[in-house]
């Protein structure tokens, strides 16, 4: 089959990205330009300023992505866009870049979805992975238990009723004064600490085995704080972060087992910034070694927001026909499996 070199970009939400990714799995680019120091100043993403942010700095990393790839545009068979879910402001930027790019150098568009690209990710470093497998998708918006049964076809088992896993990580992180990036900072307090120090819930939703709440455990560690605070204890951030993060964990690496032994597939992957934390890739790799699953997970600069990610996507999409039109548009709230007017 002829070769498809695809320019991919990213920016749903706090990073700017470009990647240059040929036929899904080799990359040949991945630049990645974080707005964690802006954000950082307020304790969290400002949506404004990611726009603007993002503005300044696409042609840049477009450019160093091609170069490093050492390719020109004239080298590209599509581009490939996130246009959702995310930010609308930030996603717009990618958008429009993407759709000028498109239009100028006459090539076709392809949309994507942006927890596919996180999917997808998988593909990348794993030549002998393809669907179907089951992936638990995991990112500061998004907890999804999810069938890969196609390359572009997905079946959602589970997904969170409140607060994403990511989130959860990052109220918890600011409630024990760790700040911002919340997911990492608990990750590397948690090695100094002891994850029973202090008992946490794990939410279980009746009849909903495959579905997930945060926001019982993230109240428990608030109470905790408060109970501690008002008896004048001193609190160990080390104990409270590995404590919460067990809790966090077992419940994603349980739910994701059962959905394995019901479904009877025996590939399991994880995806997601969050699946970049030390303790889940440990706990899910074990717990799939004791079954004598198949275990994958991306790096961890393929777990969070990349582009490359999304060039990986793109490929499949782009085989199975998809392509989009002038009229594609950032869509905020997009749906896994949802598309916008478009060919395929
Ligand atoms: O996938 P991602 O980069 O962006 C979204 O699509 O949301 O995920 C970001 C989320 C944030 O909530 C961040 O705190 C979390 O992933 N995260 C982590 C780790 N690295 C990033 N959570 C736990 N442990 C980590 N090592
Ligand atoms: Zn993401």
């Known amino acids: 089959m002829q070769d498809i070199t695809i320019l991919a970009i990213e920016s749903s939400c706090d990073e700017t990205a470009a990647a240059v990714v040929r036929n899904g799995r ?56 996130t246009y959702g879910p995310g930010l609308v402001g930030a996603l717009l930027v990618g958008v429009a870049e993407a759709k000028a790019i498109a239009y100028a150098k006459n090539l076709p568009l392809v949309g994507i979805h942006h927890i596919e690209g996180h999917i997808c990710a998988n593909y990348i470093e794993h030549p002998e992975l393809e669907p179907p497998f089951l992936c638990l998708v995991v990112s500061g918006g998004h907890t999804h238990l999810v069938i890969v049964k196609d390359y572009g076809s997905f079946e959602i088992l589970g997904r969170t009723y409140d607060d994403a896993a ?33 008992f946490f819930p794990r939410a279980k939703i ?34 409270i972060a590995a404590s919460f993060q067990k809790a966090v964990v077992e419940v994603l690496v ?46 961890p600069v393929y777990c969070t927001d990349n582009a490359a990610m999304i060039g990986a996507a ?26 916008q007017p478009g060919i395929g």
């Open 166 to 198: 990511g989130e959860a990580f990052d109220k918890v992180a600011r409630a024990i004064g760790l700040g911002y990036p919340g997911g990492p900072k608990i990750d590397r307090a948690a090695r100094e600490g002891n994850p029973d120090a202090v």
């Open 254 to 299: 349980d739910h994701t087992m059962q959905a394995a032994q019901q479904t009877g597939i025996r590939s399991v992957a994880i995806a997601g910034g969050v699946a970049s934390n030390t303790s889940l890739r440990q706990a899910m790799e074990e717990a799939c070694a004791r079954r004598r699953y198949s275990f994958y997970r991306p790096s």
């Open 26 to 81: 080799t990359v040949l680019s991945n630049v990645i330009s974080s707005q964690i120091a802006l954000h950082t100043l307020y304790g969290g993403v400002v949506p404004e300023l990611a726009s603007r942010k993002h503005i300044e700095k696409i042609n840049q990393v477009i450019g160093q992505a091609l170069e490093e790839a050492d390719l020109t545009l004239d080298d590209m068979d599509a581009v490939a866009v």
């Open 314 to 339: 793109a490929y499949y999409e782009y085989r199975n026909g998809t392509r989009h039109g002038w009229d594609l548009n950032a869509v905020p709230n997009l749906k896994l499996g949802e598309r």
């Open 206 to 239: 009746a009849d909903h085995p495959y579905d997930f709440s945060f926001s019982g455990v993230k109240s428990a560690v608030l109470n905790y704080l408060n109970g501690e605070r008002m008896k004048g204890r001193e609190i160990c951030q080390a104990d």
